[in-house]
């Protein structure tokens, strides 16, 4: 039967599939419009099986916060030429938006939402479909606060989400934003690392020590000296303030408002 081009420019812009992969879709359905949309799923759902053991390190990360909340969100692909396409960045765009305003529980909840009436798992194994490469939901975090602030850094590759006890001035959020995007720290300070974290840092200090020669019973105090500069270098308020070595980031939130605080904070990122 004839396929009219305006039939395939509709289902184009349902489905964002290729002009031919319309055609096609619409051939096969015979013309029937809600038969070739679910053609195309389906063709997205297979692709995605055939490529489910691929390996997507490439993607988009992206963070929104206003107000009182914040959410983070990673789409990931098998190219960096995907990951600059337009479509793939308005698509994760769609799902932070859709995360922000609703903060769902974890990643499995947020791929059940819907958008434009179906769910983000559909949207994501229908581009895969589309697209030809596979794609995963690799993060999502969401976080909640008296304030917050995001940054997103050039390319799409590391964004955080920084959670603060009160309204901060705009240039201390972003630069606290920017030491965590920086200088990847596991945690806010020294009481907020988990204690299975804690005990091997500790484990390590005693190994090396004791590979040093140092005496058996020195080990544990210079594992607990090792354990305070692991604090100095991987807690955030107690890192070196990226612009100025001199103070740490408490000491720099001090200086500005000795009220602020941090109450947590989200970062991810394809670099590491």
């Given at each position: 039967?004839?396929i009219?081009?305006?039939d395939?420019m509709?289902?184009r812009h ?5 002009m031919?992969?319309c ?36 993607g988009?990360?992206?963070a ?12 990931n692909?098998e190219?960096?030429?995907?990951a ?32 434009d009436?179906?769910?983000i798992?559909?949207?994501i ?18 976080l ?13 590759k ?13 240039q ?6 920017m ?35 140092k005496?058996?019973?020195m ?14 270098e ?5 890192q070196?303030?990226?612009?100025d070595g ?13 009220e602020l605080k941090?109450?947590g ?8």
């Open positions: 039967m004839e009219k081009a305006a395939v509709k289902l349902a489905t964002n599939a290729g031919m992969d055609k096609k879709a619409l051939q096969e359905a015979e013309g029937d419009f809600d038969k070739a949309v679910d053609i195309i799923r389906k063709r997205g759902l297979l692709v995605a099986s055939k490529r489910a053991d691929r390996e997507a390190k490439e988009c990360v992206l929104r916060a206003e107000g009182k909340k914040g959410a983070l969100v990673s789409l692909c190219t960096d030429f995907v600059k396409n337009e479509n793939f960045i308005n698509l994760t765009r769609s799902i932070l938006d859709c995360a922000f305003e609703n903060l769902p529980a974890d990643k499995e909840a947020l791929l059940a939402l819907q958008i009436g179906r769910s798992a559909d949207h194994s229908e581009q895969t479909g589309i697209i030809g490469e596979k794609l995963e939901l690799a993060y999502y975090g969401k909640e606060a008296e304030a917050t602030i995001a940054y997103i850094h050039l390319g799409n590391l964004a955080t989400v920084v959670g603060f006890n009160k309204a901060a001035d705009m201390v959020a972003k630069d606290v934003a030491q965590a995007a920086a200088m990847a720290p596991i945690a806010v300070d020294k009481d907020d690392v988990p204690q299975q974290v804690i005990e091997h840092e500790l484990q390590i200090g005693r190994e090396k020590a004791r590979e040093e020669g005496p058996e019973n080990l544990d105090k210079i594992a607990e000296g090792r354990l305070n500069k692991f604090y100095q991987s807690t955030l308020l107690n070196a303030f990226i612009k001199k103070e740490s980031v408490r000491a720099y939130l001090a200086a500005n408002d000795k941090v109450t904070f989200l970062r991810f990122t394809l670099n590491d």
